[in-house]
């Protein structure tokens, strides 16, 4: 394999990292949405620009994708928590449990997740989460 290249025998041209690159747009948003057990609003659209990026919204966290994958832990599942970087470049430590309740918001079972504990595909509760963590 020669650099740069992706994983092998992988089909899909993409490149793996261990952060969910989400930049929040701190002064547009998209249509009302409504989650899981959570009430409407209206999320933040995707920055399309740095100037739009906002000291209240994320552009990065650690891997949002499976709470197996969460790498801040203290036991399976317990006292989960992600690093998260805003639009103004600080970082806040992310670790309340309404962050990742299994029922409400990480209830997808995609990948072998069991009993509950994904989010790749809830694009609801995943654009919930990202807007909800605090700066």
């Known amino acids: 394999m020669k650099w740069p290249d992706f994983y092998p025998g992988d089909g899909n041209k993409r490149v793996r990292i261990g952060y969910t690159y989400f ?37 990065v966290t650690d891997l949002v994708y499976r709470q197996d994958m969460i790498t801040h832990r203290s036991g399976f599942k317990k006292n ?11 970082v806040n430590y992310q670790h309340e449990p309404q962050f990742f309740d299994t029922v409400n918001v990480w209830y997808g079972t995609e990948n072998g997740q069991s009993p509950n ?10 654009r919930w989460l990202m807007s909800a963590f605090k700066p």
């Open 23 to 59: 930049p929040q747009s701190g002064s547009r948003t998209i249509a009302s949405i409504t989650p899981k057990a959570k009430a409407a609003f209206n999320p933040p659209a995707t920055a399309l620009k740095s100037t739009e990026l906002s000291a209240k919204y994320t552009i």
């Open 80 to 90: 989960l928590g992600l690093n998260t970087l805003f639009g103004d470049m600080h």
């Open 117 to 126: 504990g994904g989010i790749e595909d809830e694009g609801k509760e995943f």
